[in-house]
């Protein structure tokens, strides 16, 4: 978790909000770096995480989450991590036929299938172990990214479906949060990835967004970040609270800085 | 004279060399996080696999693309487990070069390899490598192999071949740093007994499928299908995947595949506008890479995307890979007259890098490159 964000969000792990759906969108430059600090924001609060990763593997989180100070091997041990890795149950899925339906059973499927099971996967992995007094806070549901749905042939339909359903019942339900990420094209023109864009920005509660810079690529200033705080549910009578950061991304923190105020230009 | 004398040291030790000419490339770099997470790698040990090298920045384990040149720019190789996607030229000249290259580098240094193709039998491909330019030129050692005489006599010769060498290759750095990659002659053909001396294996689509078959339908392309089956089995079999634990030297597998995306390949993406609406490339790209994670292999596609009109798919294409280059020649277009660009064969964009284990990612500071091809050079230029 950087610090600084943290201070930009006005959160910190001990006093977090419950029940939210937070968005992470980045067009034009890589937004990763926004669900690592989620994921050890998550961890270090206490929090039961079911992370689903579909783009990169176990490995690759795990190290950069220890350079956050999260230590993720443990986290699944210990139960407070239930990790999905896309890659490694693509494969498996994809070479045998699975008896009970597998969470990214639609890669076997020919026409566009919906994600029951992976819902199903998110409730069960989430759902409160009566037995035991774990002493988890909340349940916290993270997906990287949802593009990768829509690129492996499901609709937007069906992914919108999905989160409506992880909503009900880790927000509404448990008491949890949400945290996704879409990539968003741009100027290329994806219909089903605009829909879905559309779809959850008017859904959720904070909206933070990576763009590149407008003038190209800056060694120093690596891109802008734009944080929306929104209420769906109730009428807007406060105006959405909007803030714009630069940032630069380091080794193991990422620093931000207003616009035009970065030590390079200073 | 630095060169000189360090080239003279390599010589003593390979008086005796066989196939492989190349000297294995034994460091004693400890290799922090592992990407074979499946593998009995308790803890660090000492990286001993020919033509791989830790990357600087993350420990992560490197393989050469072929291109000294290009490896710089991808900040300093390909990471073993991802995918290298290439987005070709328009009449697909540099971009099978710069597959030949990646190729010949496996061969060089003992790799494994794994060529996929629907229009080339693979056999052919191997045949049309580029000749590397070793350290010891190939007809020294040729005549290593024939002569019988005296090792003084031997390195004589070796250092008269020294001298006689020296000029004939355009150097920018002392050879004996580019362990890791090579420099190649386009002109010249590999040598028959470094590919024999080779393991490979072939896939060539026309053979695997019968035409007359009836596919049921699936959720992916039958040739897409039969591809991923037998990359899997090849993993598998020889131990890629750290199943096999007796197997004692670790190697890397090599895998290249041709004009993927293309009509042979039973996909119409590139025919027409809305084509795939089975996602079957997507799948397949997706599947593969979960191969790759799991696995010692690095992997080059390279892929007609001037072709595709449907350009959110490109992107889609392009966020489902680690790497991915594109490349652009002047053959044809009206920049071939333009002055600024009258000594480049084409532009290379680098499109996109992966951040593996970390948070940030070696770009370069420059994102105008412009490479030539000379006989024995591959250049990338600012």
């Not at chain 1, 690596?222 to 630069?248: A, F």
């Not at chain 2, 009995?40 to 992560?60: A, F, H, K, M, Y």
């Not at chain 2, 890479?289 to 696995?295: E, K, N």
Request: aromatic share 8%.
């Amino acid at each position: 978790m950087f610090p600084e964000l943290n201070n930009l969000l006005n959160t910190t792990p001990d006093r977090a909000e419950q029940g939210k759906l937070t968005l992470l969108c980045d067009a034009k430059t890589d937004g990763s770096f926004l669900v690592h600090h989620f994921l050890s924001f998550y961890l270090k609060a206490n929090c039961k995480v079911c992370f689903v990763a579909l783009i990169q593997s176990f490995s690759h989180y795990n190290i950069v989450g220890q350079k956050l100070g999260v230590n993720l091997t443990m986290a699944r041990e210990r139960g407070q991590l239930v990790f999905l890795e896309g890659l490694k149950s693509a494969v498996d899925v994809f070479f045998q036929a699975q008896e009970k339906p597998h969470p990214l059973q639609f890669l076997r499927e020919a026409s566009a299938g919906n994600l029951k099971p992976l819902f199903e996967f998110v409730r069960d992995a989430l759902k409160p172990v009566d037995s035991g007094a774990a002493g988890w806070t909340y349940p916290v549901l993270l997906v990287d990214d949802l593009s990768v749905l829509l690129s492996l042939g499901l609709g937007a339909v069906a992914v919108l479906d999905f989160i409506h359903y992880c909503r009900a019942t880790v927000c509404w339900e448990l008491k949890g949060n949400v945290v996704v990420l879409v990539h968003d094209s741009g100027d290329v023109e994806d219909e089903e990835n605009d829909i879905l864009l559309n779809g959850l920005s008017h859904q959720s509660h904070l909206i933070l967004r990576a763009e590149g810079l407008a003038t190209g690529f800056c060694r120093d200033v690596h891109g802008q970040l734009r944080i929306l705080w929104r209420r769906p549910s109730q009428s807007t009578s406060q105006r959405d609270q909007s803030l714009t950061y630069q940032y630069k991304i380091q080794d193991r923190s990422v620093s931000f800085f207003a616009k035009g105020m970065s030590p390079a230009v200073l | 004279m630095a060169t000189v004398a360090t080239c003279g040291g390599d010589a003593v030790g390979v008086g005796s060399a066989v196939a492989t000419a190349s000297k294995s490339n034994v460091t004693s770099f400890q290799r922090r996080g592992p990407r074979v997470s499946g593998t009995n790698d308790s803890g660090p040990r000492l990286v001993s696999i020919t033509g791989t090298r830790p990357s600087v920045r993350n420990g992560q384990l490197l393989v050469s693309t072929g291109l000294p040149a290009l490896d710089q720019l991808l900040g300093g190789g390909l990471a073993v487990g991802t995918v290298l996607l290439i987005e070709e030229d328009k009449y697909n000249i540099y971009s099978s070069l710069l597959f030949k290259y990646f190729l010949a580098e496996g061969i060089v240094n003992g790799h494994t390899l794994l060529v996929a193709s629907a229009n080339e039998d693979p056999a052919n491909i191997l045949q049309e490598l580029p000749a590397p330019l070793l350290d010891n030129c190939k007809k020294e050692f040729d005549e290593d192999v024939y002569n019988h005489k005296t090792p003084e006599s031997n390195i004589k010769m070796k250092i008269a071949w020294r001298y006689q060498l020296l000029p004939k290759m355009e150097q920018i750095r002392p050879v004996s740093s580019s362990r890791f990659g090579h420099y190649y002659d386009a002109s010249k053909r590999i040598p028959q007994e470094l590919i024999e001396a080779s393991k490979w294996h072939g896939f060539f689509l026309p053979e695997k499928i019968s035409p007359t078959l009836k596919v049921e339908p699936c959720s992916l392309t039958h040739g897409y299908i039969k591809l991923l089956q037998f990359i899997q089995n090849i993993i598998y079999e020889e131990g890629f995947d750290g199943s096999n634990p007796q197997k004692k030297q670790k190697n890397i597998l090599r895998i290249g595949i041709q004009n993927l995306g293309s009509p042979l390949w039973g996909d119409d993406i590139c025919c027409t506008e809305n084509g795939d609406s089975g996602h079957n490339l997507t799948k397949f790209l997706y599947v593969l890479r979960g191969l790759l994670r799991t696995s010692l292999s690095a992997c080059i596609i390279t892929m007609p995307t001037h072709l595709i009109q449907n350009k959110a798919f490109i992107a889609h294409v392009t966020n489902l890979s680690d790497t991915v280059v594109g490349l652009e020649s002047f053959i044809g277009s009206e920049r071939e007259t333009n002055p600024l660009y009258k000594d480049y064969h084409g532009l290379i964009h680098i499109r996109q890098i992966p951040r593996l284990n970390n948070l940030v990612c070696d770009e370069s500071d420059v994102k105008d490159l412009g490479f030539k091809l000379k006989r024995k050079l591959f250049t990338i230029e600012h």
